[in-house]
């Protein structure tokens, strides 16, 4: 919480573990227990330290992201990330949303609801609110750190325009703070 007396007991831990573990994929409705894995704990607080020498070992952490992997390793990032206001983290970010799979799932036109719908998808679903939760929150810690070719802006620009109503105002409140 702003105090980074800990932090070198953090970045020995997150550096310590090597793989990405379990994680908590998001769930609407049913969600009991834990929503972030240790990992995630560890590299939220160490964001919360404020203090910049958290940056390399969470970027290791971002590099070693797929999109198969759970919502709460995404979310924990870039919570860490977007609370170190570290431009070098811009460009790792940038990468993260330019994976085959993250970009893209702002909804802002009938057409695309529709088609959504037929592909097997419903309203209710938990994947594709996931998705573009991850999206948003890695475009947002994007933004935060300076953005990358504006990308972060582009993203929270698209989604402003969302038919969800409360994505579209928290992508308009991010771009009015920024």
């Not at 704990?41 to 992997?69: C, F, W």
């Not at 702002?106 to 998705?131: C, H, N």
Request: aromatic fraction near 4%.
């Amino acid at each position: 919480m702003g105090d980074p007396a800990g932090l070198p007991t953090l970045l020995e831990t997150i550096e310590g573990i090597d793989e990405i573990d379990k994680g908590w994929h998001y769930k609407g409705m049913g969600q009991f227990g834990r929503n972030m894995s240790e990992l995630d704990a560890y590299m939220v607080a160490a964001g919360r330290t404020g203090d910049k020498r958290a940056t390399p070992a969470i970027i290791k952490k971002v590099n070693q992201l797929e999109p198969s992997h759970a919502f709460s390793h995404f979310r924990a990032v870039a919570l860490a990330l977007e609370q170190l206001h570290d431009p070098a983290a811009a460009e790792p970010l940038a990468k993260l949303l330019q994976k085959e799979g993250i970009r893209g799932r702002a909804l802002r036109d009938v057409g695309q609801a529709i088609e959504r719908e037929t592909k097997g998808s419903s309203w209710t679903a938990t994947a594709p609110r996931a998705d573009s939760l991850r999206e948003l929150m890695l475009a947002r810690a994007l933004v935060r750190c300076g953005d990358k070719d504006g990308l972060g802006r582009k993203i929270l620009e698209e989604y402003a325009q969302d038919l969800r109503g409360h994505l579209a105002r928290h992508a308009k409140a991010i771009l009015a703070s920024e």
